[in-house]
């Protein structure tokens, strides 16, 4: 039953969703926000490149790029017009912040587009199979796998080292204390969204090119795995998120062989009381953090 | 606590101002006879039901619960269970439980039916919640949604499934809303005078010094959620004798936000920013509701005002919430004599640009 397809497919799913867990980490890592919006970015990456595809032609990569780009500014955006004004409010405040800002952007996508389905365009690679070990298995789970790689490389080089990511890795470990040391809170944070939102974009692509459309509901699904990811993680390290995505992208592939057909439909429900026993019995998740979340009694 | 009852009567003016209110809407639109209007007014009643019921827990404990509209889909369906004739089940629901077919209770014994079951599901899965707070806390509550959702959506023998559920017959009327408006809004202040309220409120402005004079906030949470549980379920059970007709996506994320906007445009922390908050709330929605149709009607944009609503909505709560946290009761209550509790034009931290940030504290809201 364990076939080379579903072990790609697995991977590949577990890849998409490593990257997810980490833009949506980067982001509570340091503020402690969950962003109810980082789906939406999702969806703003996929509408750009359904808007460009209107456009002159372009190559593909460009409009994929320029499509990031948008996802990028959103998030941007998002932080400094939304975000920023309420962080010295509650938490509460910043969560209802990021609901309402997901809200908006929904219902903008309904109000400027349309509430029906878009075609998006996509390269052929993405429809095309490859012959790996005599198995046909599709380029864009390989593309998906590879990419995940490069970028997990590439960040983990911006993290260790250089000084902006060695004082993004401080501001998520003691946010008051990185403050204090001098280093500006405004530019961490906007370059936390920042990344966020380059990977939310990143994502985008893979996630619109499994069904080639776009809605505006589509950032629901993506959020939801984030969510599901980041507390297998447990919440607090990058590690953690990229654990946490490959664990629940496997783990997800398994159950849908796995569980009895009856069973299947509810297969969301289970995903989110794994959710909760871990926050309960092991809020640090399967990679120890440096801190866990904060309970009572 | 003294037995004068002038005393009384004062002590507890919030509950008598909001009631003189709620009455004075109910009897205007009883007069004026439209039924567009009281169609409106009535769903509005049961809106501020579940305002309060998203009051009792996340006004006095703080944390944000996502769980509100969950629990009104569980006392919608589980009401319409015992409300509908053995004759519409075995039409609408034919895989019905045999044990579920035959019961056929009176409306208010149905109604009373679909809080008590959300009751009971909440006090089942939430005591473990109870213990987590801040994000953690508002992403297991969340989950617990999610898994209401889903469970609602695909336990079709039950629910009818995605598909929408007919044959429930009309109970709630502008007087029955009226009416179960008013015994809510008594539940929701006496739950914040009580004992148990304050020891909640307490935790929520400093859990460790709660905690230190010996409140268990894990018992006094527990107790607000079951609470705001069964006012969820009789709300939903309310709503659904309304409606006669829905589906299970009528309590998800988009019916949650509306609560929540609602809630803390009002203003989170008291009984009196909730039935604000869903009053005002319901007036700019159906404003913005008929710009909305009637632009689609007029077809002057070629695609229509989809989401117009929900969009000024979203921004006003974002507004709201960068200049006055506390929505606008900023945390106080409506009181009788009001004692210049009500100022006009209400304080606010008018600034520009808006994200700088006035030296000094600000009104605690949410």
């Known amino acids: ?297 | 606590m003294s037995m004068n009852p002038r005393g009384w009567v004062l002590r507890n003016s919030t509950f008598f101002v909001i009631t003189a209110g709620l009455l004075i809407v109910g009897a205007i639109t009883w007069a004026i006879g439209d039924l567009l209007i009281e169609r409106i007014v009535t769903v509005m009643f049961v809106d501020v039901i579940l305002v309060l019921a998203l009051q009792v827990f996340m006004g006095n404990s703080g944390i944000l619960s996502f769980s509100v509209a969950g629990f009104m889909g569980i006392g919608a369906y589980g009401s319409v269970l015992f409300s509908m004739t053995p004759a519409a089940k075995a039409a609408a629901l034919p895989d019905l439980y045999p044990f579920l077919t035959q019961v056929h209770l009176p409306f208010l014994a149905a109604l009373v039916m679909g809080g008590l079951i959300a009751a009971l599901v909440a006090a089942i899965v939430s005591y473990p919640l109870m213990r987590l707070s801040d994000a953690a806390g508002v992403i297991t509550i969340f989950s617990l949604l999610v898994i209401i959702n889903v469970v609602l959506v695909h336990w079709s023998t039950v629910t009818n499934g995605p598909r929408t559920l007919f044959g429930v017959d009309r109970f709630t009327y502008l007087g029955t809303s009226v009416v179960f408006c008013v015994l809510f809004t008594a539940v929701a202040w006496w739950f914040k005078e009580s004992r148990t309220g304050l020891r909640l409120r307490a935790s929520r402005d400093d859990a460790y010094a709660a905690a230190s004079v010996g409140i268990n906030i894990v018992a006094v949470r527990y107790a607000a959620f079951i609470l705001s549980a069964f006012m969820a379920g009789f709300a939903g059970a309310l709503w659904a004798h309304f409606i006669t007709s829905f589906s299970p996506y009528a309590f998800y994320l988009s019916a949650m936000f509306v609560f929540l906007a609602m809630l803390v445009i009002g203003g989170p922390n008291g009984v009196s920013g909730a039935v604000v908050g869903a009053v005002l709330v319901t007036a700019l929605r159906e404003v913005l509701r008929s710009i909305e149709n009637n632009v689609n009607m007029s077809k002057i944009l070629p695609s229509g005002l989809v989401g117009f609503t929900e969009i000024v909505m979203a921004v006003l709560l974002i507004v709201i919430l960068i200049l006055r946290p506390g929505g606008i009761m900023g945390g106080r209550e409506l009181r009788w004599p009001p004692k210049g509790h009500l100022r006009w034009p209400p304080k606010c931290h008018l600034r520009w640009p808006p994200w700088k940030r006035a030296p000094g504290g600000t009104d605690k809201g949410v």
């Open chain 1, 1 to 297: 039953m364990i076939t080379l397809d579903f072990a790609i497919n697995a991977i590949s799913l577990g890849s998409t969703y490593a990257l997810l867990a980490l833009g949506m980490v980067i982001v509570y890592g340091i503020l402690k926000l969950v962003n109810f919006a980082y789906g939406e970015l999702l969806m703003i990456g996929g509408y750009s490149l359904f808007v460009l595809g209107l456009g002159p032609r372009l190559p593909w990569f460009v409009m994929a790029v320029l499509a990031v780009g948008v996802a990028v500014l959103t998030s941007y955006l998002t932080e400094r017009v939304a975000f920023r004004p309420v962080r010295e409010n509650s938490l509460t405040a910043m969560l209802i912040t990021s609901f309402a800002v997901s809200t908006l952007l929904q219902n903008a996508a309904l109000l400027i587009i349309s509430p029906r389905a878009r075609a998006v365009p996509l390269p052929d690679v993405f429809s095309e199979s490859a012959l790996v070990l005599g198995q046909s298995v599709p380029i864009r789970n390989l593309l998906a796998i590879g990419t995940s790689i490069v970028l997990l490389l590439l960040l983990v080089v911006l993290l260790r080292r250089t000084v902006l990511g060695i004082a993004l890795r401080a501001a998520s470990d003691n946010f008051r204390m990185t403050r204090m040391l001098g280093v500006p809170a405004n530019l961490v944070i906007s370059v936390a969204f920042a990344i966020s939102g380059f990977l939310a974009g990143v994502v985008a692509l893979f996630w619109v090119g499994r069904t080639a459309s776009v809605t505006p509901t589509i950032g629901a699904a993506p959020l939801l795995v984030a969510f599901v990811a980041t507390v297998i993680g447990g919440m607090r390290s990058l590690e953690g998120a990229v654990v946490g995505g490959y664990v629940y992208g496997i783990v997800f592939s398994l159950i849908g062989v796995l569980l009895p057909q009856a069973l299947l439909e509810f297969r969301e429900a289970f995903m989110f009381v794994i959710v909760i026993l871990i926050l309960l019995f092991r809020p640090e998740g399967l990679v120890r953090g440096a801190g866990a979340a904060r309970k009572v009694g």
